[in-house]
C-alpha cells in the first residue's frame, strides 16, 4: 500500500488480503443494555478475533505488504500487550521471524504468550528509550522490518476493516463508539465511517488517566501522555502522528470515563453477555454507563477490542 | 401438551411457542480447540440465554401450558439454581406470581438473581425434606402449580428445543455432548438428536463426584446420588422418573470425568474462547480433553448449558 492515508479501496483490498488469516468477527446484541439504555447496541466482538484482539488485523496487513525479501528477513517491534502476540502469530503464519523487544518487568503472561506464538524476544529496561534503542539495535543487525503497532499507515488500513464489517451487517448506524489509546484502531474506524456509511459518527472514548487524546484533540496538536494511570492497560500508548490528523478530520468528540466506571461495565459484561473482555473494551460501554454519550433512541456500533485479561487478577 | 414422552410435533410446537420469549443462541466454533483435538466443534451456547441458561426454554414452554386460571394462580418450584432464575422470569412475562422455596443458606447472589427477576422466596432448611414439605404447604395455600425442574414432560419438550436448533444449522453431526444432572436437558436432546437427525449420537458427560446417571445408566435402575461432590453445582440433583427412559432409550453412552478436568476445560473456554460459562457446561469438554470420548474427525457438537457463574470466585 502506498505511504499515505488509506483510501476507500486500500481498506476494500485490506479486507481482502487478510481475509483468509483473520475471523469474521460476530456482531452481537443484548437486550438487557437494550432495555436499560433505550437504545440500540452492535457490539463487534473483536474479543473473538485471532490472538484475542482486532491487532491481528493490522499485523497480518503490514506482513501482506512486504516484498519477499524484506519478509525473509524478518519484522520487529517493541510491545508488551496484544500487537506483540499479533505480530508473533502473523510472523509464524509466513514462516518468518519476529523480533519483539519487551520490557524486563512485562507480566510473565504476556510473554508465555508471545513465546507461544514463536516470537524472539528481546528483554530491555522498561523505559521508552531503552525500547527504542534495543529494538534499533535488533533491526540494525537483522535487516528486520519494524512494524509500529499503529503510527503505520498499513496497520491503520488493516485495523479499519472492522468498523468496515460492522457498517456492512449493520446499516444505518447512528454513531460507533470506540477506545482510543495510540489511536491504530480509532483512526481506521473513522475511515471505514467516512468511506462505508453515510452519516455515522464515530466517538472515541478514553480513560481520564490517559487522556492524551482528549487534551490533544482539543488543543488541536498531539499532547503525550506523561505517567498515564489506568487500568485499561492496552490505552497507555499517546496517540501516533500518523493518526492524530485522521482522528482531527474524522472524529466527532471524544470522552473520558473514570477507572470505576470501567471496572463497573466490565462486570456487567462478563455477567450480563457472558463474554470475556479487556479492560480497554469496557471503556465505551463505561462512556454509556457515565451518560458521556447520548444513545438512546439510537443504532450504536461498538468495538470490542479484545479479551485478553488476567482471569487471576479480575478487577471487579 | 399431552402427559407422555413428547414426540416430534410436540418439539417444533414447543420451539414456536416459545420462540417470542427466548433467544435463538448461536452456535460458535474455534479453531484452536478443532485443531488440538482434530476435529469440529459446534458449540450451542445457551450461556447467551435469557437469564443465562438453557433453563429459560424449559420455563416458559411449562407456563404456555397452563391454563389461564392456572396461571392466575401462580407457579412454584424449589431451586436454588438457574430452574428458580428462569420460572421467576417466565412468571414475570405473564405477570403471575412465581413462589420460589430457597434452602437458607443459598449463596446470597443466588436470593438476589431470584428477587431481581420478582420471584417470591420463601427460605427453609437446607434438606430436600424441608424443601419438599415447604413448597407442598405453599401450593396448598395458594392453588400454584408446582413446575418441576427436569421432571416433568412439558419442561422436556421446552430444553429439546436447543438440541433442535443445533441440528437444524448443522447438520450431520456424528454426535452431540451434553451435561447431565437431573437428565432434563439430556433427555430432551436425546429425543431431538432422534427426531431432527439420521444418526447423531448422543453422549452424556458427567462429573465423577456426582455420577448418579452414569451408575443408573448402566444397572439398568435409577440409583440416586448420594452427597455429590462436584464443583458442576448445576449438576447434584439425581435423574428424574420421566427423564431415565428416555435417556436409557436415546442416550448412547455416559462418561465421567474428573473435577480437575472440568477446572482445566472452564479455564480453556475463557481463555481461548473468550466466553463465560458455568462448571456445568465444561463438562462435556473436560470429556474431550480426558479422551472419554473421541472426536477425532468427527462433527460433534456441545450443548454448552449455562454461564451463570460467581466471577469473584473463579476456581482457576
Redesign the interface.
Known amino acids: 500500500m502506498p505511504n499515505r492515508i488509506p483510501n476507500k479501496e486500500d481498506i476494500v483490498r485490506a479486507a481482502e488480503l487478510i481475509k483468509p488469516y483473520i475471523?469474521r468477527t460476530?456482531i452481537?446484541t443484548s437486550?438487557t443494555f437494550n432495555q436499560l439504555f433505550s437504545t440500540n447496541l452492535y457490539f463487534k466482538?473483536e474479543?473473538?478475533q485471532k490472538v484475542?484482539a482486532f491487532k491481528s488485523r493490522g499485523a497480518v496487513h503490514a506482513l501482506l505488504n512486504l516484498s519477499k525479501e524484506e519478509l525473509n528477513k524478518g519484522v520487529g517491534t517493541h510491545s508488551s500487550g496484544n500487537h506483540a502476540q499479533a505480530l508473533a502469530r502473523a510472523a509464524r503464519l509466513f514462516e518468518i521471524p519476529a523480533y519483539i523487544v519487551m520490557p524486563e518487568n512485562s507480566p510473565k503472561v504476556k510473554i508465555e504468550a508471545v513465546r507461544g506464538y514463536g516470537g524472539i524476544i528481546t528483554f530491555c529496561k522498561p523505559t521508552l528509550e531503552a525500547r527504542e534503542s534495543t529494538l534499533k539495535e535488533i533491526i540494525e543487525k537483522t535487516g528486520a522490518s519494524e512494524i509500529h503497532p499503529y503510527d503505520n499507515y498499513d496497520i491503520i488500513a488493516g485495523q479499519a476493516t472492522a468498523a468496515m464489517e460492522l457498517l456492512q451487517e449493520v446499516s444505518d448506524l447512528d454513531m460507533i463508539l470506540c477506545p482510543v489509546g495510540g489511536g491504530g484502531l480509532l483512526s481506521g474506524t473513522a475511515l471505514s465511517a467516512d468511506y462505508f456509511s453515510n452519516h455515522t459518527k464515530v466517538i472515541a472514548c478514553e480513560p481520564s488517566g490517559a487522556d492524551d487524546a482528549y487534551r490533544s484533540f482539543n488543543a488541536g496538536k498531539i499532547i503525550p501522555s506523561i505517567s498515564p494511570n489506568t487500568i485499561a492497560d492496552g490505552l497507555l500508548t499517546s496517540l501516533g502522528q500518523r493518526n492524530f490528523p485522521i482522528i482531527q478530520k474524522y472524529v466527532k468528540e471524544i470522552v473520558t470515563v473514570s477507572d470505576a466506571s470501567i471496572i463497573k461495565a466490565m462486570?456487567w459484561t462478563?455477567?450480563r453477555?457472558?463474554?470475556?473482555?479487556e479492560p480497554s473494551s469496557a471503556v465505551p460501554i463505561a462512556a454509556i454507563m457515565e451518560e458521556k454519550v447520548t444513545v438512546s433512541g439510537k443504532k450504536v456500533g461498538i468495538i470490542i477490542s479484545g479479551?485478553n485479561v488476567d482471569?487471576?487478577n479480575?478487577p471487579?
Open positions: 475471523n460476530p452481537i437486550d466482538c474479543n473473538f484475542g462486570k462478563y455477567e453477555m457472558k463474554i470475556v473482555i479479551g482471569l487471576k479480575l471487579f
